[in-house]
């Protein structure tokens, strides 16, 4: 599974701005797809994931109402709305991967694939 990310930039605090991740390859692999971020001196943090299964979204409490995850084709893609400072990060697109063709399911089996990163500036 290889992932391309597009989109980020610098936009004023308020403002919006998109991301997508298009993947390739074994995407049937692919058990979720979304993005994580990292801020200077923080840990990455899961921003927000689809579930490829159920169709799931799960956000981090810091986006929620804000940003939306949105999937159409091979792309996963990240609306963000009333961005503030605090968004400012490397967002990194991210799929969780099974290797096991008899449990597909089964996390023991799940790999992580990352994309390039991506910069977002929101200015306060």
């Known amino acids: 599974v290889q992932l391309q990310a597009s989109g980020g930039g610098l936009v004023q605090a308020g403002g919006s701005l998109r991301l997508s991740c298009a993947s390739s390859?074994?995407?049937?692999?692919?058990?979720?797809m979304g993005w994580y971020r990292q801020a200077p001196g923080k840990e990455r943090e899961l921003v927000a994931e689809?579930?490829?299964?159920?169709?799931a979204a799960n956000y981090a409490d810091s986006v929620k109402g804000r940003f939306t995850i949105s999937r159409d084709g091979n792309t996963r893609s990240l609306q963000m709305n009333s961005l503030k400072s605090e968004d400012s990060a490397v967002y990194y697109c991210?799929?969780?991967?099974?290797?096991?063709?008899?449990?597909?399911?089964?996390?023991?089996?799940?790999?992580?694939?990352w994309g390039q990163g991506t910069q977002v500036t929101v200015s306060s």
């Open positions: 689809l579930n490829s299964k159920t169709g």
């Open positions: 390859g074994s995407i049937f692999k692919i058990r979720a």
């Open positions: 991210h799929a969780t991967v099974s290797n096991s063709e008899w449990y597909p399911d089964d996390p023991r089996y799940f790999d992580d694939v």
